[in-house]
């Protein structure tokens, strides 16, 4: 299950925003073939915009990228690298958008449209983040093209929407964390379910995990016998979050340990 995501107005005015040629012959427009003959790069460019509004993604992509073989000199190929990549995208072919992306990077870097290319590959991974049950390897890769998004253009509108999505991110790595951490606990390992509980804590406490982690951090310090460190965990959930369900439950648990670091919430 995926995060919903897909920014359509953001990439669709990124798409707009590139200018296009005079318009191709009705003939051109209505052809659907992705084996082309030679044609000039007006006719190409207009037709694979024509299947673009059409929705067509598959067919946009493939003639964009055409545009680029038959013309790689014209001004053209270096829109067309982009439109390609964003009709990838919205075909969902997340692989093919990610390597035109980089290709226009690789040979435009300072170009006006770099931006869009970076958040273009971030949404490209974004749109993959599974449910936390699975593998997060891509979830890592979204959160690493994301931070690149803010860090090489943060006053950008790609870098405000970024930074939104790393919110999300960072709550899902937050929340596969904690699954494994309750896993470890059902099976009385505390000790690693100590670790998991810990990195939440420590590296997502802005995420909704976060006072949940303490109390478990809580319950598990307690069950290895380290009193003094279930003592501090409760501590920090009393002093951030002590309306929360979480505290109450570990200001129970303290109570059987000499008390907890600070009074009930109640």
Not at 143 to 160: D, G, I
Request: aromatic share 10%; hydrophobic share 40%; charged share 20%.
């Amino acid at each position: 299950m995926r995060i919903q995501s897909r920014p359509a107005a953001l990439l669709l005015a990124a798409a707009a925003a590139l200018p296009l040629a005079s318009c191709a012959g009705p003939s051109a427009q209505t052809r659907a073939d992705t084996r082309y003959v030679a044609s000039d790069v007006n006719t190409l460019y207009n037709l694979a915009k024509d299947r673009l509004d059409r929705n067509q993604y598959g067919i946009a992509a493939a003639i964009f990228s055409e545009v680029e073989r038959q013309h790689p000199y014209s001004p053209w190929a270096r829109r067309a690298q982009l439109m390609a990549a964003y009709a990838f995208y919205e075909d969902g072919e997340f692989t093919q958008s990610i390597a035109a992306a980089q290709r226009f990077l690789s040979i435009h870097p300072g170009n006006r449209d770099a931006p869009y290319a970076y958040y273009l590959i971030a949404m490209c991974y974004y749109d993959q983040i599974s449910d936390i049950t699975r593998d997060q390897s891509t979830t890592i890769l979204a959160q690493t093209a994301l931070n690149e998004v803010v860090r090489r253009y943060p006053q950008s509108v790609y870098a405000a929407d970024a930074r939104l999505k790393l919110d999300l991110v960072n709550d899902h790595l937050a929340g596969k964390e904690m699954e494994i951490g309750r896993f470890y606990q059902r099976r009385r390992q505390w000790l690693a379910a100590t670790i998991r509980f810990r990195s939440v804590a420590e590296q997502y406490q802005t995420t909704t995990h976060a006072p949940e982690a303490l109390m478990r951090l809580t319950e598990s310090y307690l069950a290895l016998g380290l009193v003094e460190e279930a003592r501090r965990a409760a501590a920090v959930l009393a002093h951030n979050y002590p309306e929360t369900r979480w505290y109450n439950r570990a200001y129970e648990l303290m109570q059987e340990y000499g008390g907890p670091a600070a009074p009930s919430a109640d």
